[in-house]
């Protein structure tokens, strides 16, 4: 309840970044409150003067009183301030202070200047009676007499320490503290350095490695710890000593549980997982890394990533993930000098010193997304990581000396091997993971997905229930993917809407009316999902699990996921000539693509859109020369009825399908089917598409992708397809059930493609009529 009354002299900081104020206050005296008026917003109260500054002067008696005690006080000050050198000015000025003014004021000047704890500041200022401050500052003047003895045995005295010793002025921190815990830091840094040297002597690093932090903590000792290079140094040292040079995980590998392991975490993808073992095996029965190294090549989502984890896991090694797309400067893979300011290891060496194994997984991630720039090639860097016969002496930029990488088994993983750079592509084995089909999606989502995402939100399969037509329509009306990840997300979108009502029938303490709630809404889906939540709450009213669980039906769905995204439109959108349906592949999987041509009178020239690369244009010219050159074989002629197409007509080739650049040479015959369409008047079926690279001789080449176009032609509810016939093979990695849906029309020449193309085929003119023609 004691206070000090202070004028605020001086008031410096700011607000920003962090509110940071200093106050510089002059003291006038002690207080005592006696009532405390108000709080808010900031204290009022009544206060009684407890000391005057001007009692000091008639006070006579009771410095009389107080003799002794005041003498012995003033004698060990003298002694405190001839301890310090006189020549500062400061001091000086202390020393002259101690004699002009009156003895009272004493104890609170000394206090604060000499070395006290802020407790014990504030004790003296609690202390209102004159004797019993002298009494309790005493002891403290002691103190520090005794500390300035034992530094000054310690040390030679050095002006700047004496200096340090006393701060007059009374806004600045008494010095002498710091200076001492300086004296703390630099030992305790000295201390580290030496920790840090013995670590290196007991670690396991390389010989060479060795050497190099030997020399350098050499050079630590004898630097001083402001330079910059102190704390470089220091680092380099510390991650030197964290890498494991000779720590690794003891391989579990055994074939069996391997392949279990494999089946348990992934569906289907049974070719990726059948190479999987088979390089497991090599390993189990060679005992040692080098061979290639995988690279799993798919669209997104069809569990690359999570295969990778998976080969971690049997063989009971550390996994960590390396994102290299975007990647475009070397130093990421390789480090940077230790010469550059902010220089850190590359990737590499920070993922082992992550795992704290020299022998762990590593997934490198979207290989094929690796940027170039000025500031050197990634790939480039990369090679030198993954080849076997280099990898044992990988060099990192910052490290500076050799670290052997020949146990990190790496995993990569890519979209497309199109932008691989070829070196790069040549150390690795393509493993190719194609998209998955309807039923595979389903099996996925009902063994894998759907049991994740309700333990991620804490939901029983007691309280929601996602029938396997529902799962169709998820994937069928609001997913258009080759993998599943976006299918993961909108189960986990309905799992989140089914924790709403499931947490809020838990907490609902009156049952709603059942006709009410009938009324109120108008859409079914409403009523059926709020009468199993009233189930619910029914019985989670009870403490008992709910009976009956939330089924998503497709109102349920519609209701929770919004209207469905993806339509069926195919029938709709062939209900006139010019138009066919391509199938194309893309890194995220096949799509089918509606071509669409237009003719218009004009000069005879083609006008192309819809951001095409150089291939698809020469496809285009390609077909239109043959649709020329065979005209009369099949009857097409331009607007006004000449066998010469281009004669007074443009054409117009659209390629929609988004702002995705299209190239690639497969578009070829559905270009062509699509002009013959045009020009012939005549519909093309709706229900077929369609893929081949065409030649002027009308011949129909392979293509690839075969397999990831099939699923979109089958996804999208297209019934036949058109094929080369050298890609036949290619339909076995189809399943079976995919396969029976469809019907598959190989073809090795255009005839055969416009035949099946068209209801009741393309009719050729007989040649008799065109030899006569000729005649
Ligand atoms: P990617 O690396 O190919 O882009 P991820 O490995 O990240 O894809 O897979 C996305 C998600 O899909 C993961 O949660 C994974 O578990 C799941 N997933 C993908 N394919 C399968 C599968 N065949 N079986 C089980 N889960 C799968």
């Known amino acids: 309840r004691i206070g000090t009354a202070a004028l605020a002299v001086q008031v410096v900081g700011s607000n920003w970044p962090k509110p940071h104020y200093t106050l510089l206050v002059t003291g006038l005296c002690r207080f005592q409150i006696l009532q405390l008026l108000k709080e808010k917003p900031y204290p009022v109260a009544e206060v009684e003067q407890l000391d005057r500054l001007e009692q000091f002067t008639n006070q006579h008696k009771s410095e009389e009183e107080l003799g002794e005690l005041s003498e012995q006080f003033y004698k060990y000050a003298v002694q405190l301030v001839e301890m310090l050198d006189m020549s500062v000015p400061a001091v000086a000025k202390l020393r002259r202070l101690l004699d002009n003014l009156p003895r009272e004021a004493l104890p609170d000047i000394l206090t604060s200047i000499i070395r006290t704890s802020n407790q014990e500041k504030l004790q003296i200022l609690d202390a209102v009676r004159l004797e019993e401050r002298f009494k309790m500052t005493i002891p403290l003047l002691v103190r520090q007499i005794e500390g300035l003895k034992l530094l000054q045995k310690t040390r030679k005295p050095k002006q700047d320490d004496d200096k340090r010793v006393v701060a007059i002025r009374p806004n600045r921190r008494i010095s002498h503290i710091p200076s001492t815990t300086e004296d703390e830091e630099e030992e305790d840094d000295h201390d580290d350095v030496v920790m840090l040297e013995k670590k290196i002597r007991t670690s396991s690093m390389s010989e060479q490695a060795l050497k190099v932090c030997l020399k350098e903590i050499k050079r630590l000792k004898k630097m001083p710890q402001s330079m910059p290079e102190y704390a470089l140094t220091r680092n380099y040292l510390e991650l030197m000593v964290e890498l494991p040079w000779n720590k690794s995980t003891k391989d579990r590998l055994e074939i069996r549980a391997a392949r279990i392991l494999l089946d348990n975490d992934h569906y289907a993808m049974e070719k990726l997982k059948k190479r999987v073992l088979e390089y497991l095996a090599v390993r189990q029965l060679k005992n040692n890394l080098k061979g290639p190294i995988l690279c799993f090549v798919g669209p997104p989502g069809v569990g690359k990533t999570s295969v990778g984890r998976s080969i971690a896991k049997t063989l ?6 390396i994102a290299l797309g ?10 940077h000098r230790r010469t550059y300011v902010g220089s850190m290891p590359g990737r590499i060496i920070n993922g082992l010193k992550t795992v704290g194994v020299n022998n762990p997984v590593f997934l490198l991630d979207e290989v094929d997304k690796l940027g170039k720039s000025l500031q050197g090639d990634p790939a480039a860097a990369l090679l030198e990581v993954l080849d076997p016969e280099q990898n044992h002496s990988f060099t990192d930029h910052y ?12 995993i990569a993983t890519a979209n497309t091997t199109a932008t691989i750079p070829p070196a790069l592509l040549d150390r690795m084995e393509i493993i190719q993971v194609p998209g998955y089909t309807q039923e595979e ?11 994740k995402q309700l333990e991620q939100h804490g939901l029983t399969p007691q309280q929601i229930q996602i029938p396997q037509v529902t799962t169709l329509d998820i994937i069928t009306r609001y997913t258009r993917e ?22 809020e029938g838990q907490h609902k303490e009156t049952k709603p009316d059942r006709a009410e709630v009938g009324e109120g809404e108008d859409c079914k889906e409403h009523v059926t999902e709020d009468a199993k939540t009233e189930s619910i709450s029914d019985t989670a009213d009870l ?11 497709f109102h349920a769905l519609k209701d929770i996921l919004g209207p469905p995204m993806y339509e069926m439109e195919v029938s709709e959108r062939l209900s006139q000539p010019g138009v066919a349906i391509g199938l194309a592949w893309t890194p995220l999987g096949g799509e089918i693509m509606f071509v669409e041509a237009s003719r218009m009178d004009g000069e005879g020239q083609l006008t192309l859109t819809g951001q095409l690369g150089d291939v698809m244009k020469e496809s285009a010219h390609l077909a239109i020369s043959w649709l020329r050159s065979n005209a009369k074989r099949y009857q097409l002629t331009n607007a006004s009825g000449s066998f010469d197409l281009l004669d007074n007509t443009d054409i117009h080739l659209h390629f929609p399908a988004g702002a995705v650049t299209k190239d690639g040479p ?36 392979p293509v690839g992708g075969i397999k990831d176009k099939v699923l979109a032609a089958h996804r999208a509810g297209l019934k036949r397809i058109i094929i080369p016939r050298r890609n036949e093979k290619d339909l076995e990695e189809i399943a079976v059930n995919v396969r029976q849906d469809l019907t598959f029309v190989m073809a090795s020449c ?4 416009l035949n099946a193309a068209f209801d009741g085929g393309f009719a050729v003119k007989p040649r008799v009529e065109r030899l006569n023609s000729k005649l």
């Not at 975007?326 to 480090?335: K, N, P, T």
């Not at 993998?483 to 499931?502: F, M």
């Not at 403490?543 to 039906?553: F, G, H, N, Q």
């Open 399 to 410: 490290l500076n000396v050799a670290f052997d990488l020949s146990q990190v088994l790496f």
């Open 543 to 553: 403490a008992l699990p709910p009976e009956m669980p939330i089924l998503i039906d």
């Open 316 to 321: 009971g090694r550390e996994f960590h993930r």
């Open 666 to 701: 497969s578009a070829g015959v559905t270009i062509v089917t699509c002009l013959a369409s045009l020009f012939s008047g005549r519909l093309v079926c709706s229900d077929v598409a369609m893929t081949g690279e065409i030649t002027l001789r009308g011949l129909v080449l």
């Open 750 to 753: 255009l005839d055969e493609v």
């Open 482 to 503: 080759a993998g599943v990840r976006s299918l993961d997300r909108k189960l986990g979108a309905i799992c989140r809407a089914v924790a709403v009502k499931v947490a």
């Open 326 to 335: 975007g990647v475009c400067d070397q130093s990421d893979i390789r480090g």
């Open 441 to 451: 999606k389903i099996e996925i989502a009902h063994r894998h997905l759907i049991p």
